[in-house]
């Protein structure tokens, strides 16, 4: 899936998008609306994910929102995931806790949530 971020000329892919409804019960009507997670994937089971690739998603994914915010993109992510099969240096994994960012490593037989996978309306 593509997603237009507000400074690029081309649009961010998302590898995985996990879709989130709601409905909100108003006096005359329930709305129903959606929320995706944004899950970035990273393979290769011999690398490290290092600090650099989660600020690369920060960036993307706050870029998008930015876009959001202006009408220019319909998706409005609520949580962002990057997904490994490698594993996580320490100063990568304490970006993404600072940045609210999940990190799920998969060892071939579960995926465990290194950091907390939270879910919210807004990031900065």
Known sequence: MKVNGLSVSEPYEVDVRVELETTARGFLQ???TSRFIWIECK???SRTIK??????LDHAANDV????????EPNAFVGR??????????DALNLARQESIGC????????????????RERWK
């Open 30 to 32: 329930a709305r129903r």
């Open 43 to 45: 393979s290769g089971a």
């Open 51 to 56: 600090r650099v690739e989660i600020a690369k």
């Open 65 to 72: 929102l930015k876009a959001q915010i202006r009408r220019r």
């Open 81 to 90: 995931v990057l997904a490994s099969n490698g594993r996580f240096d320490q």
């Open 104 to 119: 799920v490593y998969d060892d071939g037989k579960v995926f465990h949530a290194l950091t907390p996978i939270p879910i």
